[in-house]
């Protein structure tokens, strides 16, 4: 409590500094984020200029979300098996942690036993789920043949001119955060992944982050999700509400801001392209970016 004239004003609680193992993890994200920043100011600015912020939600381009195969029965029925795998592995692990001396490893198990529920498992199950239905793999999920240079080039562009907007995003909310008092934690994996020293585990946890979780989690928020719910409502709010959903299923309060801007822009992209490969793609970038810092931060 700090008396000024005859106020008296009660500071917000700021967040912990963060440990020292993590600062080399948080100059390499500030830096390259405050770039990325600036690089994508003149590619934004280009895109309103050319189109409006109209173009980006464009009722044509997004009423093409309405004509995919998925359906809201197919994305619920996904998320009930994908749900009940989840707590099957989590019940299992809760049950046999005790019996072994796992304390050293265990939040990397259990990362890792996660990672086999939710992004292997999801993996196969949307596959098999597909053809059960009948559906042409690259149709179903929005993947056009022979489209990976397109989808590199694109979605390199379009994640650098949505980075200004992403950025401002989790600036504003980190300051609303730490005016409310609220207490400031990174993700848990952030940390875990930060503190595994062995190159195998290190190695999977980038392999999940930079290839593995992009093409999931699009596939299936932006694959399945985003035109199941656009058959039943509008499709901007099924953009708004897919992209709630990405936010809330990372489980993170500080990074929910960032995420939710993120996904939009990813939905964005993918509408307008009409090709999930340049959201995979971003995604991908996107995590690079604090994968590649928590390894050199883990190694130096």
């Known amino acids: ?35 990325l920043f600036f690089a994508g100011l003149p590619l934004f600015f280009r895109f309103v ?8 939600v464009h009722p044509e381009r997004m009423l093409w979300l309405k004509t995919r ?41 259990w990362l890792v036993i996660q990672s086999i529920a939710f992004h292997w498992m999801g993996f196969l199950l949307m596959i098999l789920w597909a053809q059960q239905r009948g559906f042409d793999l690259h149709a179903a999920f929005s993947l056009p043949r022979h489209r990976t240079r397109e989808s590199l080039v694109k979605g390199l562009g379009f994640l650098t001119g949505a980075m200004p907007v992403v950025i401002l995003s989790h600036v504003v909310f980190f300051i609303a955060l730490v005016l409310a008092g609220i207490p ?11 503190a595994t020293d062995h190159w195998v585990a290190k190695g999977y946890f980038v392999l999940l982050g930079v290839v593995i ?9 932006r694959g399945i999700l985003l035109p199941a719910l656009a058959s039943v409502v509008h499709p901007l709010l099924a953009m708004v509400g897919t992209s709630l959903l990405f936010a ?26 009409r090709n999930l490969g340049v959201s995979i793609v971003m995604h991908a970038l996107f995590n690079a970016i604090p994968m590649t810092a928590l390894v050199m931060g883990g190694f130096s």
Do not use: K
């Open 49 to 56: 200029a050319a189109e409006g912020l109209r173009g980006l």
């Open 248 to 273: 809330l299923f990372h489980a993170n309060l500080l990074s929910f801001a960032v995420l939710f801007m993120l996904s939009m822009a990813l939905s964005c992209a993918m509408i307008q392209t």
């Open 184 to 194: 400031i934690e990174a993700q848990d994996v952030t940390r875990v992944i930060a």
């Open 213 to 221: 979780a992009p093409i999931v989690e699009e596939m299936l928020f």
């Open 1 to 35: 409590m700090i008396g000024v004239g005859f106020t008296a004003v009660t500071l917000p609680a700021m967040p912990s500094p963060p440990p020292e193992s993590l600062m080399p993890v948080v100059v390499w994200v500030v830096s390259l984020y405050g770039l």
């Open 69 to 109: 195969a998925w359906s809201p029965l197919d994305a619920l029925g996904i998320l009930a098996v994908l749900l009940g795998i989840n707590l099957t592995l989590s019940l299992g692990y809760s049950v046999l942690q005790p019996l072994f001396h796992w304390r050293d490893w265990s939040e990397q198990a």
